[in-house]
């Protein structure tokens, strides 16, 4: 039974895999289908226990004795196994990952896949996701993103996986942790340009959420000898055209130098992009010594 004066209803789940998003902050911004969902699932699983039963209470939904498995980064495979188990019987499970939208940047992935493997049933109750608030507030265009996630820590892969996104003609979404926002900033200005336009969101939903605008190059000075707090994204306005064209035919020419010839993967290359054969090909010879 539901109880009188609850916003969440409780009612009969089809067998499956529901994935839900939940809060990245504000408790409120959940939606009513998800509380319906984690009211009604026959199984939950979260990234963190602790984090689903704390919002459950704050919405009012019981567990009552329902199971409650832990689903995250050191433990998807083995969990995934009896929660595919779980939806075979024909139970319902919800999943939530600790905020936001399970999958992105969040464990979920092999979970999903292991249902889809065994032909089960998922769906998706969408709500918060950063990616998104981000992109609203953000001020840059929104026709087109990219959403690459966390880059590598380590410097020299981090400006390497930079240099893969030179020519998006996307704007670039990233997550980063505090600690590494300034490093992050200055390889950004350093790799991509400086004059780029960026915007640095903290804290999106929360009481002390920041939205910082501006060119690479100011952001990275005045963050950093700064002490960041809080969840952190990232974004960087599309790049030039020109530059967009150039790493578009090149990665095109990479991608085709690894299945064929160097001369078949030029002459595709060169006319898929209206360009001088000779010049692709050369480009791909240099390629090939590793230029």
Not at 97 to 122: C, I
Not at 247 to 266: H, I, Y
Request: glycine share 8%; charged share 25%.
């Amino acid at each position: 039974m539901t109880p009188p004066g609850s916003v969440w209803e409780r009612r009969a789940l089809a067998p499956g895999l529901h994935l839900v998003a939940t809060p990245i902050g504000a408790a409120r911004d959940i939606t009513l289908r998800a509380l319906d969902i984690l009211a009604s699932a026959d199984v939950l699983a979260a990234e963190d226990t602790r984090t689903l039963r704390h919002l459950m209470e704050i919405h009012g939904i019981p567990l009552e004795g329902r199971p409650l498995v832990p689903c995250h980064d050191h433990n998807e495979a083995a969990a995934a196994a009896r929660l595919v188990a779980a939806v075979a019987a024909g139970k319902s499970v919800a999943y939530a990952s600790e905020a936001g939208t399970p999958l992105v940047s969040d464990p979920g992935f092999a979970l999903a896949r292991a249902m889809v493997a065994e032909g089960l049933p998922v769906t998706a109750a969408p709500g918060p996701s950063a990616v998104l608030c981000a992109l609203a507030v953000a001020g840059l265009p929104s026709d087109r993103f990219l959403f690459a996630g966390f880059p590598p820590p380590a410097q020299a892969a981090r400006r390497a996986f930079l240099d893969g996104l030179k020519g998006v003609q996307a704007t670039l979404v990233f997550y980063e942790s505090p600690r590494r926002l300034p490093a992050l900033l200055a390889d950004l200005a350093e790799r991509l340009g400086g004059t780029r336009e960026a915007a640095v969101c903290r804290e999106l939903t929360k009481r002390f959420e920041e939205v910082r605008r501006g060119r690479l190059e100011a952001l990275a000075a005045d963050l950093a000898g700064e002490e960041v707090k809080g969840e952190v994204v990232v974004l960087v306005d599309r790049a030039a055209p020109e530059a967009a064209e150039t790493a578009t035919w090149e990665a095109a020419l990479d991608e085709a130098m690894s299945r064929m010839s160097v001369k078949d993967a030029a002459a595709m290359v060169a006319e898929a992009f209206d360009l001088p054969r000779r010049d692709v090909y050369q480009a791909a010879l240099r390629k090939g010594k590793g230029d």
